[in-house]
């Protein structure tokens, strides 16, 4: 099956520079498909009537010149890959360009027919990896928006970036009216300095931030609401916070049996009825103590969670019937009911405690412990109200782990692989090792998609992952990027040797085929390979460093592996290489 052409218009007006161009396209085979105007007038014609994927615009025609004539290429072609043919002299105006839409641009001196097309080609694979990403970054809301617990996410200044559907049901905000206003600005005003004040206490003790406060939501109406956060941290000294994720939680009803429990126990039991079937309809547990600590009650919820029945329950001690104990040391917290009767106000559990059943099983729960007053404001016992947060805490989990990695393989994605790489980096520094970083394309991957389809293509790239992930250390990363390339931080090396090594083991390792639905598929490995500190001292340039690097691999010929050197530039793009 033939791979159709890509469609490309040359709007040029010199002949010489046409013919310049067309040829070296022509050169590569049927990769192109070129058509030549040399007007601006003839170019918005053919554009109104042809679908162009790819276009090379020269800005000095006979009936246009400058950012006047890109504009209007670009608004008749929106979706295609705009180039700008540039003389020496045109710098500033090709980054004018730039900035307009233009995707890169191109120095006519430098134009020969081994270079063009494969830069070409390369700038149309990275559009569909830049495509594959959106995707999949659509994939993530939608399984965001299922979600029933509320997400907040903020920058580092807390502002908002990012809400679900179940956060607009909370607070009764649109994503529009939420994006860039601060996480306190749905609080009601009555809590919101406790709130912060609270939040700053957590981020001093880098503890986990919890609290239960009312929303003001757009309507004017009022509800309770749980707030669980944490910080979104880079690696490095310092662990400098890139923002915030907030997990919003609808406690209202909760809150309403909590107002019913806080009447004197002669209400209590003068309603008796009433509050029995409340209670046994909500979904939290209910149990209270006298002021010995004896149960004196438990629902029907807090019957199932402790594995213990009211008659069998009613006056023992509330250790024997509430047992908790800490999930890390195992061993039994502070008795909340004293601690709560002490200080005669509303006290919480440590968020990492297990409720031990009856039976011996056990169970994540948060809850809150509150005095029981009676008319005359004497305290007479306690209350706690408790909830299991298994399915709270895996979604957290879950959610957590979605936006870390790549929804078809599994690997760490590009915000993972940043956080440890930045790590690293700093662990190198302080430890005088050296950390690697290598950028892989596979080659000849878009031939499986046009041939066999994606679902084999899909099939391919998992495939792929698992190869990559059995070579390399346990300790090392691999990442998928997006589309069909790969990146592999190894950290700690003693040489560059040892990332040559690494290198080598994966083109070896993938020159075995691939078997996915009974077809044998070669693919091979172009890889650029970029080294700290020699190559760079930050992210970003070891990051641009290694996919040059990449880059000079596919032209030398793909399935082999270059080191990073500096006269790897963009208008040298392909030196004479030399591998290891």
């Known amino acids: 099956m033939m791979i159709p052409a890509t469609h490309l218009l040359l709007i040029e007006s010199n002949p010489a520079d046409a013919k310049l161009i067309k040829d070296a396209l022509r050169d590569d085979g049927t990769a192109f498909m070129v058509e030549w105007v040399t007007s601006l007038a003839d170019a918005l014609k053919h554009l109104a009537q042809n679908s162009i994927e790819v276009i090379l615009l020269d800005l000095a025609l006979p009936d246009g010149k400058g950012l006047d004539v890109f504009d209007k290429v670009i608004a008749a072609a929106p979706d295609a890959l705009i180039l700008v043919l540039s003389a020496a002299s045109d710098d500033k105006l090709m980054r004018a360009a730039m900035k307009r839409g233009a995707h890169d641009y191109f120095a006519k001196g430098h134009i020969d027919a081994h270079w063009l097309p494969r830069a070409l080609k390369y700038i149309l694979e990275r559009k569909v990896s830049r495509i594959a990403l959106h995707e999949s970054d659509e994939r993530f809301r939608a399984m965001s928006d299922a979600s029933p617990l509320g997400i907040f996410v903020s920058d580092a200044q807390g502002n908002c970036i990012y809400t679900n559907a179940a956060y607009h049901t909370i607070s009764g905000q649109t994503l529009e009216e939420t994006l860039g206003t601060n996480w306190t600005s749905a609080i009601h005003p009555d809590d919101r300095l406790q709130a912060i004040s609270e939040w700053g206490d957590a981020v001093r003790c880098q503890t986990p931030f919890i609290a239960e406060v009312r929303f003001l939501r757009k309507d004017k109406s009022v509800i309770w609401t749980r707030l669980n956060a944490a910080a ?75 594995g213990w029945t009211l008659k069998d329950a009613l006056g023992l001690p509330l250790e024997k019937v509430f047992t908790l104990i800490d999930a890390e040391t195992r061993k039994t917290p502070e008795n909340p009911i004293a601690r709560a009767l002490t200080a005669d106000t509303t006290v919480k559990l440590p968020t990492n405690c297990l409720l031990v059943r009856r039976d011996g099983t056990e169970s994540p729960i948060e809850d809150s412990i509150a005095p029981i007053h009676n008319r005359d404001n004497q305290v007479t016992g306690a ?114 040797q040892d990332a040559a090594q690494v290198a080598e083991k994966l083109i070896t390792a993938f020159a075995a085929p691939h078997t996915i639905h009974e077809c044998e598929l070669d693919v091979t490995l172009s890889i650029g390979v970029s080294i700290y500190p020699d190559d760079g001292n930050d992210v970003e340039s070891l990051f641009q460093h290694a996919d040059a690097a990449m880059y000079c691999a596919k032209t030398y010929g793909r399935n082999n592996y270059q080191f990073y050197r500096a006269d790897i530039s963009p208008s040298n793009p392909c030196p004479i290489a030399r591998s290891g």
């Not at 923002?243 to 126990?265: A, H, N, P, T, Y």
């Not at 662990?427 to 090792?433: T, V």
Request: contains cysteine; aromatic residues 4%.
């Open 232 to 306: 979104i941290r880079t690696g490095g000294e310092g662990k400098k916070s890139q923002g915030f994720v907030q997990i919003v939680e609808d406690i209202s009803d909760r809150k309403s049996i909590e107002m019913i429990l806080r009447l004197s126990e002669e209400t209590v039991f003068e309603q008796q009825e009433r509050a029995q079937v409340t209670l046994n309809s909500i979904g939290d547990g209910v149990l209270t103590t006298n002021l010995a600590g004896k149960v004196s009650y438990l629902n029907r919820v807090a019957e199932t969670m402790t």
């Open 383 to 496: 209350v706690i109200v408790f909830h299991d947060v298994s399915e709270t805490r895996a979604m957290a989990q879950k959610m957590l782990h979605m936006a870390q990695h790549d929804f078809l393989t599994g690997l760490a994605n590009r915000a993972l692989l940043t956080e440890r790489l930045t790590r690293a980096v700093g662990l190198a520094q302080r430890k005088k090792k050296q950390v690697a970083l290598l950028f892989i394309d596979l080659d000849n991957f878009k031939l499986v998609n046009d041939t066999l389809g994606h679902a084999v293509g899909d099939k391919l790239l998992q495939s792929v992952a698992k190869r990559m992930t059995d070579v390399v250390r346990a300790t090392d990363t691999v990442c998928r990027q997006g589309g069909d390339e790969f990146v592999v931080l190894l950290t700690e090396i003693a040489q560059r």
